[in-house]
């Protein structure tokens, strides 16, 4: 089955404390990216990797990081969280720069940080 | 600065009847648009898209509308169903973005039996 997993699907956390949300996709899609959904904001991205070891930031960078070395796996990286990081998270992949642009999101990370 | 934005927060509609959902953008460079919607604790699924090419984009009971001139698209959901009660998102970009996406804030459409 296609689809797009997000490891853990709920967290809760102390500020400060490094954390990993993992990403993977089996559809072996080049583009892959992180959103943060909070209440009347929207989807907003965080980060995008067009391909393996190529990352860039997206709308709301600050206080993430990012990897690809594997075009399968896109883990998000917080090194010291804030509380101002509680939000529901999202993976997802897609081919990119060719049609179709949809883009197929994992089932969400929902994170607390106190 | 929002480009997408989709004005209603919410949205309640009889069974049956006909759902209007709108999404105005801001950027006219924009020429790629998609719906998602997004149930309770699952991600955002794709439901259909438009290219700036179409003014209209049907599959089954979704329609999409776009209006270049007014930076305007809507959805369409006739009948609506209680399985429609969800959160719609309208995103867009651009060809030349490699699939950035750029979302709308969403609207929660509620169906009433």
């Known amino acids: 089955e296609a689809q797009v997993t997000q490891n853990p699907r709920y967290l809760i956390t102390v500020t400060g404390k490094k954390l990993t949300v993992t990403c993977s996709q089996n559809?072996?899609?080049?583009?892959m990216s992180w959103y943060r959904q909070d209440p009347g904001l929207g989807l907003r991205q965080i980060y995008y990797?067009?391909?393996?070891?190529?990352?860039d930031k997206g709308d709301v960078p600050e206080g993430y990081k990012v990897s690809r070395k594997e075009k399968r796996n896109f883990p998000l990286i917080l090194e010291s969280p804030s509380p101002n990081q509680t939000s529901l998270y999202f993976c997802?992949?897609?081919?990119?720069?060719?049609?179709?642009?949809?883009?197929?999101f994992g089932p969400g990370t929902r994170l607390t940080v106190t | 600065d929002q480009q997408v934005k989709q004005n209603s927060p919410s949205l309640s509609v009889q069974e049956g009847r006909i759902s209007i959902l709108n999404c105005d953008y801001t950027?006219?460079?924009?020429?790629?648009f998609l719906w998602y919607k997004k149930y309770p604790a699952e991600g955002p699924t794709f439901l259909i898209s438009?290219?700036?090419?179409?003014d209209k984009n049907e599959d089954g009971r979704f329609t999409v509308f776009l209006n270049k001139s007014a930076k305007h698209l809507s959805l369409h959901i006739v009948p609506s169903q209680p399985g429609d009660s969800a959160v719609y998102f309208c995103?867009?970009?651009?060809?030349?973005?490699?699939?950035?996406?750029?979302f709308g804030q969403g609207t929660e459409l509620s169906v009433k039996p």
């Open positions: 990797s067009m391909n393996v070891e190529v990352t």
């Open positions: 438009i290219s700036s090419i179409k």
């Open positions: 995103a867009a970009t651009t060809y030349n973005q490699g699939g950035k996406l750029i």
């Open positions: 559809m072996n899609h080049e583009y």
């Open positions: 997802a992949s897609s081919w990119g720069q060719t049609l179709p642009y949809e883009q197929y």
């Open positions: 950027n006219s460079m924009f020429d790629y």
